[in-house]
């Protein structure tokens, strides 16, 4: 018999042969800018940036990674808990990042609880609200059957502009983005569209990029060239409704001893873009 061609179709690229988005190297100047950041808003000392999303999406994960690349070390302040099903943190808690003996940097991250499908778990949406306008004390502890109120000593009735959120960020994993439960996705969206209500930007970042792509594994320089990571971000883009330029991906320092370049440089782009859109919503006011 002749030898005819195969007609299996060829697999697709993994790696698109032009990136869809540039990353741009690590450098200094990104460093420098966050380091040297200040709110120009005299009314309000610190940037607040709220992460809200699914339990293990890596919020805490998140906010040891921004820590480990500003104090050049990897860092694990924020406790994250790998083995529970359950959300690890409990309690609303602002998180500083130390940039010497006597200061702290000029931007701050608030963790919540995880978002879930059952309503006996997970946070409530009215406290994730209240936390957008300022209403929620420090060490508040989360309570999935119900929600803040006035009466509660833990309620801040005054807040301040320094109390409220300046940004609120969405944080999904990529290897859980295809499972995330309608309830959860409508959740997420509500917040938003709470945030938006008052003004205050979002923008989201995708965490675990290397565990979802084996070329981003293999090398993080690929992840805006990775045909599997764009789709992802088209995914998010379609759930969530917020534009493709507001989705950033990154890898979270988890099991790396040392800091390096190629996993900072994603971490200080996503980084530098929320304190830039926090800072226009601080000198709207």
């Not at 698109?16 to 460093?31: A, S």
């Not at 083995?83 to 608030?110: A, C, L």
């Not at 306008?133 to 119900?146: A, L, T």
């Not at 960020?169 to 569209?193: E, G």
């Amino acid at each position: 018999m002749g030898g005819g061609h195969s007609t299996e179709p060829e697999p697709e690229p993994v790696l698109l042969p032009v990136p869809w988005r540039t990353l741009p190297e690590y450098n200094l100047d990104n460093l420098e800018f966050v380091k040297s950041y200040k709110p120009h808003n005299k009314e309000a000392t610190q940037l607040r940036i709220l992460l809200h999303g699914p339990n293990h999406a890596g919020k805490s994960s998140f906010i040891n990674s921004v820590e480990s690349v500003l104090q050049g070390r990897v860092t694990d302040r924020a406790a994250t808990d790998a083995i529970s099903g359950m959300s690890f943190t409990k309690n609303y808690k602002t998180h500083k990042i130390q940039k010497d003996p006597e200061r702290y940097y000029s931007f701050v991250f608030n963790d919540v609880m995880g978002l879930e499908d059952n309503t006996d778990c997970g946070v409530c949406e009215e406290d994730l609200n209240l936390a957008l306008r300022g209403h929620v004390k420090e060490y508040y502890k989360f309570n999935p059957h119900s929600h803040l109120t006035e009466n509660d000593q833990e309620y801040n009735s005054s807040p301040t502009l320094a109390d409220k959120v300046h940004i609120l960020v969405s944080v999904v994993s990529a290897d859980s983005l295809t499972l995330l439960k309608k309830d959860v996705v409508r959740k997420m969206r509500n917040i938003r569209l709470a945030a938006s209500e008052m003004g205050i930007p979002q923008l989201a970042i995708i965490t675990k990029v290397d565990e979802a792509c084996p070329e981003a594994a293999k090398n993080m320089n690929n992840i805006y060239k990775s045909k599997l990571l764009k789709e992802k971000v088209d995914k998010l883009h379609n759930l969530l409704g917020l534009s493709r330029n507001r989705i950033f991906l990154v890898k979270n320092y988890n099991s790396e001893l040392e800091t390096n370049d190629a996993i900072d440089a994603p971490i200080l782009l996503a980084l530098k873009q929320m304190l830039h859109s926090g800072e226009d919503f601080l000198n709207n006011l």
